[in-house]
């Protein structure tokens, strides 16, 4: 398949890749496999939709620091709950692999490009000051406690939706910005003196500034839609600015993947109606597409179906529904390429595609359908002679085992030839951390010469190599962590991507059963 990069009239020194919806795994792990792909063509970082200052925790991690854990990382380094999502914690081990043994210049860097708050609501600066005083040594840390006072009172949402509840244009926040203004500057001052660290304080300086910015905004007294517009509109300009940071800093290693909703990175004007009043703003990506120019490139995400949505497939006359008709698999088309179609309806769950989107964009990536235990029953349903048994209370199964499924061939269920489940088993099966939201695991007999294939040992050597594996992993075909010695292998939420392979292993699994049933079949009965 050509590679979605040579589709491009211009290789782009920023490329967006978008996702229509927060929630759809499916995204996040095409994004893992085409930014290391990327990084064989020289791309060296990645800015994510999440908090800039967070970000310098996953960073520090991805660098290969060894002080702070990676349940610690994911919990802080990222904003939103984002670092819950587990493909992420699968971004950042890949890329502390990639970098192990590279020299600093050549490794991979992770950014945040949010701004530190949510539409809704906001905290202070106080932290991001307090952390700029301290590399700095200054002593301004007692006068920034004294004018931020009770922290609760800035990060109520009623100082965002309510202008006159807001510190935002107090003489206080005023003062403020004065004073993280005067950092700002002393940052410079300081520099040829303290570059070591230079930059983490200054994403700290920008945050805060960024910040107040953005209450100020709050306690403007507009009408409530022109204030939601302003603030959206203000949060998409700190992104862009962010973004033209991050590019700043990464123009001398190499090009940048940007990964966001496609609403922060589509070139064209955001639209909306709030109270019969038409509002309309400029996205990150309209800021950043005007001033970069052909430099920057969008891929616009398109989904079909989405179990853990509960999105069902398309009408065929939608613009999704038209390239849902012509593969299974996920593929990315030139925009030029997509068929006119209807508008889907819209219902906050997904944003779908229009022909001002596909008019502005110049790929889409879309996505047939995300893969959750239900859309592989079906695959593996549809082999021949395959029966399924879900295990429950009112089956006599034990409990630890309900809701897992088994498939056999034939009336003989002692030996599956696949199981999917979706929680861990205490004391027994616990490192694919099977109970984070939305994960399961794919359980298949290959035998031992497929298994010694696929791993380069056979299964009685398993425990030698234990230690090679990650079996939290998403995406990867792994000795099963329990039963190895029977050469069963496992796939983590396998995403849409990995079908084809899912497929031919599901094919030997199940030859071997098909194989057990007729040798059963041909023993003489007493």
């Known amino acids: 398949m050509t590679f979605f990069l040579d589709l491009l009239p211009v290789p782009p020194t920023l490329l967006a890749l978008g996702e229509p919806t ?37 960073d520090e991690f991805v660098r290969g620091g060894t002080t702070v854990p990676l349940d610690r990382v994911l919990a802080e380094g990222f904003s939103h709950g984002f670092g819950a999502a587990p493909a992420n914690r699968d971004l950042l081990l890949r890329m502390r692999e990639w970098n192990a043994g590279r020299p600093a210049a050549d490794r991979l860097t992770v950014h945040g490009f949010d701004a530190p708050l949510e539409i809704e609501g906001a905290p202070s600066p106080r ?53 993280a203004d005067d950092l700002l500057t002393e940052l410079y001052v300081q520099a040829p003196r303290r570059p070591e660290g230079w930059q983490a304080a200054h994403v700290q300086a920008t945050s805060a500034v960024g910040l107040l910015r953005y209450h100020a905004e709050a306690a403007a007294p507009l009408p409530q839609p022109e204030r939601v517009a302003r603030l959206i509109g203000v949060r998409d300009a700190l992104m862009a600015e962010n973004l033209i940071a991050i590019r700043s800093t990464e123009a001398h290693r190499g090009p940048t993947l940007v990964f966001a909703h496609n609403r922060h990175l589509q070139r064209h004007p955001s639209t909306m109606t709030m109270a019969g009043t038409d509002l ?14 052909d430099r920057y ?30 593969d299974r698999l996920p593929r990315y088309v030139r925009a030029c390429d997509v068929e006119p179609g209807d508008r889907r309806t819209h219902d906050h769950r997904y944003f779908p595609l229009d022909q001002a989107t596909i008019e502005h964009t110049d790929l889409v990536l879309h996505v047939p359908t995300g893969t959750g235990p239900a859309v592989l029953a079906d695959r593996i349903l549809a082999l021949p002679g395959v029966e399924q048994f879900v295990a429950s209370e009112e ?45 399961f695991r794919l359980n298949l007999d290959l035998g031992r010469a497929e298994f010694e294939r696929l791993f380069g040992f056979p299964p009685k050597d398993f425990e030698d190599h234990r230690h090679e594996f990650d079996f939290a992993r998403l995406d990867t075909v792994a000795p099963h962590p329990g039963y190895w010695l029977y050469g069963f292998a496992g796939i983590v939420a396998p995403g849409p991507h990995l079908l084809p392979e899912v497929d031919r292993l599901l094919g030997i699994a199940h030859a071997r059963a098909c194989d057990r049933h007729e040798r059963a079949s041909r023993r003489p009965r007493p």
């Not at 095409?30 to 792909?37: I, P």
Request: charged share 25%; with cysteine.
């Open 22 to 58: 927060h929630g759809e795994s499916a995204f996040l792990q095409l994004r893992n496999d085409a930014f290391l792909t990327l990084a064989e063509r020289g791309y060296r970082s990645i800015a994510l939709e999440s908090d800039r200052a967070a970000g310098l925790l996953a």
């Open 127 to 179: 932290r991001h000051l307090l952390r700029v005083c301290a590399f700095l040594d200054s002593d301004r840390a007692d006068e920034i406690d004294d004018l931020v006072g009770d922290e609760a009172l800035w990060s109520d949402p009623a100082a965002i939706w309510e202008p006159g509840r807001s510190f935002g244009r107090s003489a206080d926040a005023q003062r403020l910005r004065v004073i």
């Open 280 to 293: 309309s703003w400029s996205s990150a990506g309209a800021i950043v597409g005007t001033l970069l120019g």
């Open 297 to 326: 490139a969008v891929v616009t995400g398109s989904l079909g179906a989405s179990p853990a949505l509960d999105i069902e497939a398309p009408a065929p006359s939608t613009y999704e529904g038209r390239l849902h008709r012509d």
């Open 395 to 439: 089956n006599g199964s034990p409990e630890g085992s309900w809701g897992d499924r088994f498939f056999s061939v034939g009336p003989d269920r002692r030996r599956p030839f696949a199981t999917i489940v979706d929680h861990d088993v205490p004391g027994f099966d616990e490192s694919a951390r099977l109970d984070r939201p939305g994960v």
